[in-house]
Nanobody, 116 residues
Framework: QVQLVESGGGLVQPGGSLTLSCAAS????????MNWYRQAPGKERELVAA????????NYADSVKGRFTISRDNAKNTVYLQMNSLKPDDTAKYYC?????????WGQGTQVTVSS
């Protein structure tokens, strides 16, 4: 059974940091590119960060470049999103996604709220 389980969300003040984790199981993690998406209330889901199968290739949305870092540990079947200098606009539900050609898996999401 395929599972992607996100953790690490919560309430943080503006300027603070959080690290999200996504633990994968039920598929060959090292064969899949991994992505973090987010969706704020009333907005479409957007791609935040992406990482290739070896971790050597990463991409970020312009809105998070220089603040967020995606990484993966293929030995632990886990992908991370380090988020620094958080802003209220970063408030959203964050989803982990695994992708290989036309196969996609999604997690249930973890809420991140940036507020004073």
């Amino acid at each position: 059974q395929v599972q992607l389980v996100e953790s690490g969300g919560g309430l943080v003040q503006p300027g603070g940091s959080l690290t999200l984790s996504c633990a994968a199981s039920g598929f060959t993690f090292s064969n899949y590119a991994m992505n973090w998406y987010r969706q704020a209330p009333g907005k479409e889901r957007e791609l935040v960060a992406a990482i290739g199968i070896t971790g050597g290739s990463t991409n970020y949305a312009d809105s998070v470049k220089g603040r967020f870092t995606i990484s993966r540990d293929n030995a632990k079947n886990t992908v991370y999103l380090q988020m620094n200098s958080l802003k209220p606009d970063d408030t959203a539900k964050y989803y982990c996604n695994a992708r290989r050609t036309f196969t996609y898996y999604w997690g249930q999401g973890t809420q991140v709220t940036v507020s004073s």
